[in-house]
């Protein structure tokens, strides 16, 4: 047995901090729930596209007049305001419609609206489409508009430029086509929430700020290699919106002279920040984005990210600091990817699919196809430069999966330190109408020799984020509800880098709530970067039985005392002489209930089972759901749900079932579970085979034990039997009470 001492890890202090929504934020949502209704009952437009396209140009005519306000110029986006440009103009102060179309086209011709080829950063046609007689309507969304301001600006902009408080075009997407795009996987738009981008950003720049290099390019004391962010599926701009917010703080903080404050940003702004989407109407959309915070529209471009040449290939092995959220699930051909070129490169694809060693992959090569999110993590660590951070959203495939995303986290180990995983909770996504189960993922480009066995991990689970969604009228509607987990989660990040250093201790236990813990690389599980595999609560457990004195117990995994046998087993057809064990049927104490098993004729085939096998059911185990199969008269099957265990020699069946009912090995088991949701979580037989369980070292303890479970069992079965029996009885004796006549009959 190891020693006590081996398991023993730090434990740090928790924090509770948590918050709501600004209350700026939570009034522009009830501004926009506002407008969304108005738009439907009185707006005349084709679809939710058309919604946010105008609501956008809204936003940016208000935005437009506030900065001319400040300048001490006259406001001319109010009611009065138009009525008497409807009056000067068409000579009929009631035509607010025709003179809003008008205010607007004029702005639309500023050459801060304009990309670099001369079109307009609103599109190809620069108007408003609300119809020249809808007056009322006009009136009403120029009144809701000006009950927010969503965008602050500040007479010397020299010292102190505008900014949006929070992701306005974020928020105003989530309210009109959050359910446009559910079926269109490549086009998928699921918006990142902002608690998830502030979270990702403030990951990445807690680090950044602590790296002289990072910091100093940042700050523009290396101009010859400067720092460079990316977002190449950028959408309307969260990322890269957050991420200026971000690193204007870090040169406040870091540089004195007012005036080279203001330039760095500016050159930040102008020249740093790049983004990329496919869909024309995100570039659009991100780029005026870009511009509510004072930034450079024409760093924001359209094109293909994963197929074919475009802005990005000018940046490849450049980019600093990545962060995005790519679509899910589309599927791109292994073969199309790969004859891009070197200058863009797959590796990684060309590594794990079609490498010359491995026949499966060569043999399925040319009609292969790749899911979207594996062919963006490779081009994105593809971009990144020696040193530089990529922090993206993936799916749980390839965070945990075995088959070819072991491979994949496999390849990315020996071009990448991961520095940390954050597993999100089902809501996260939800508003854009799905509920795939999601995390952040954080890597860091370095030579394998740079990070060692014995560096960390961080790991945490996030299970709330502050909010719910529910469906109104059809609708997911996000309410704040509870508290942002993220925000104690980055900063027990924060404040544990420095702890890892000095220590070797294979885990640091953060925090409890929300659960966060380091990790050394050393004592991963089976290659799996899930974070719940290594919650404070299994960590807990281990050393829980690590310190029960050695000379009585043995801390042995699973599968050192039994063989998993489930493939081995024959699936039996249906038929009238098997009968089935259900999940159901087993109870939590242990027992089978056999009267239930009898009278269940299977109609599907099943695993054939034995005297003296354990079952274990592997859905839902935070139900406990062990037991030993006893002698039955007829022949049994179970149901696929089971694993099913003999017990090694020198070892018993019933004292194993009783041990993986201990609260110490039911933490555990808890723990390594996975699923799309809580009901159908399951645990895999690899993660069940390493499950710890405490072991009495005493050959004649476990004999007597194994005497004490057979008995126990026993007389419970036999008091079943009796009871059933005695029921047997009263029925027929009450049906002859009722029934002489059938009785007497011979």
């Known amino acids: 047995m190891r020693s006590r001492n081996r398991r023993k890890g730090i434990q740090a202090s928790d924090a509770t901090s948590g918050t709501r929504l600004q209350p700026q934020q939570t009034a522009f949502s009830q501004v926009l729930n506002a407008l969304r209704e108005e738009f439907h009952s009185a707006g005349r437009f084709d679809d939710a596209n058309a919604k946010l396209d105008e609501i956008s140009k809204l936003l940016f005519l208000k935005f437009h007049e506030e900065k001319r306000r400040v300048e ?49 950063v609103f599109g190809t046609y620069p108007r408003l489409n609300i119809q020249p007689t809808d007056d009322k309507f006009a009136a009403k969304v120029v009144e809701l508009l000006n009950s927010t301001e969503p965008v602050r600006f500040y007479p010397d902009e020299k010292t102190r ?90 040169i406040d903080a870091h540089v004195a002279d007012p005036k080279a404050c203001v330039q760095l940003k500016r050159r930040l702004r102008e020249c740093l920040v ?20 004072g930034g450079n529209a024409a760093s924001i471009v359209q094109g293909n990210s994963v197929l074919g040449a475009s802005m990005l290939d000018e940046l490849h092995g450049k980019v600093d600091l990545i962060l995005t959220n790519p679509p899910f699930g589309a599927k791109f051909k292994l073969a199309d990817l790969l004859r891009t070129g070197e200058r863009q490169g797959y590796p990684m694809l060309r590594d794990c699919f079609a490498a010359n060693g491995d026949t499966k992959s060569r043999g399925k090569a040319p009609g292969r196809t790749i899911a979207s999110e594996i062919a963006l993590l490779d081009r994105c660590l593809q971009l990144l430069r020696p040193g530089g951070r990529l922090l993206i959203v993936l799916p749980d495939n390839i965070v945990s999966a075995k088959g070819i995303y072991k491979k994949i986290r496999k390849w990315i180990d020996t071009k990448a330190s991961v520095k940390a995983v954050i597993q999100l909770p089902s809501e996260a996504f939800a508003q854009a109408g799905t509920r795939t189960k999601t995390s952040i993922v954080y890597v860091q480009k370095e030579k394998p020799s740079q990070h060692t066995e014995k560096s960390y991990i961080f790991m945490a689970v996030c299970e709330d984020m502050g909010y719910k969604v529910v469906e109104r009228i059809g609708t997911p509607t996000k309410l704040p509800r509870g508290r942002n987990e993220l925000i104690d989660i980055v900063d027990s990040y924060s404040r544990g880098v420095t702890t890892t250093l000095a220590s070797e201790a294979p885990y640091i236990v ?17 290659g799996r970067w899930t974070p719940s595999f290594y919650s404070p609560r299994r960590l807990n457990a281990i050393e ?21 046998v489930t493939r081995e087993r024959p699936s039996k057809p249906a038929s009238q002489e098997v009968r089935c064990i259900s999940v159901l049927h087993v109870g939590e104490d242990g027992t089978i209930n056999l009267r239930a098993v009898e009278k269940n004729k299977p109609q599907y085939p099943g695993r054939l089972c034995k005297e003296g096998d354990i079952l274990f059911a592997r859905i839902n185990p935070r139900i406990q759901r062990v037991s030993v199969v006893p002698k039955l008269p007829y022949v049994t099957t179970c149901s696929s749900e089971f694993e099913i265990l003999r017990a090694r020699q020198g070892y018993s069946a019933h004292v194993i ?53 057979k008995q126990a069992l026993t007389q419970r079965y036999e008091a079943d039997d009796l009871l059933r029996r005695a029921q047997t009885s009263l029925d027929a004796l009450l049906e002859r009470d009722v029934n002489p006549s059938d009785a007497a009959t011979p």
């Open 657 to 709: 079932a009783a041990l993986l009912r201990l609260p110490w090995v039911y933490d555990q088991i808890v723990s390594l579970t996975g699923g799309t949701s809580s009901s159908h979580n399951r645990i895999k037989d690899t993660e069940l085979r390493q499950v710890l369980l405490p072991v009495p070292s005493s050959a004649e303890v476990l004999m007597a034990l194994d005497t004490v479970l």
């Open 161 to 250: 430029p505008r900014e949006a408080d929070f992701d306005v075009l974020n928020q105003a997407f989530g309210h009109f086509v959050r359910d446009l795009f559910r079926h269109t996987k490549e086009d998928a738009q699921y918006m990142t929430p902002p608690e998830a981008v502030t979270a990702m950003v403030d990951l990445a720049f807690s680090d950044i700020e602590r790296n002289p290099d990072c910091l100093n390019r940042l700050l523009g004391k290396e101009t010859a290699e400067p720092y460079i962010i990316l977002d190449p599926t950028c959408g309307v701009g969260s990322f890269l919106i957050a991420a200026l917010r971000r690193a204007n703080d870090l």
């Open 72 to 120: 001490g110029k006259a406001y001319r986006f109010s009611t009065q305001a138009l009525q008497r440009l409807a009056e000067s103009q068409f000579n009929d102060e009631n035509a607010l419609a025709k003179a809003l179309g008008g205010l607007f086209e004029e702005i639309a011709k500023d050459p801060l609206y304009q990309n670099p080829d001369g079109t307009s």
């Open 510 to 526: 953060s925090i409890q709530e929300p659960a966060a813990v380091w990790i050394r690389r050393d004592s991963l599980l089976n």
């Open 544 to 564: 829980a039985l690590h310190d029960l004195p050695s000379h009585s117990y043995q801390v042995l995994p699973l599968e050192h005392l039994a063989d998993f």
């Open 274 to 293: 790049w983004g990329q989407d496919k869909v024309d109407r995100m570039v659009r959309l991100a780029k005026l984005n870009l511009l509510l915070f």
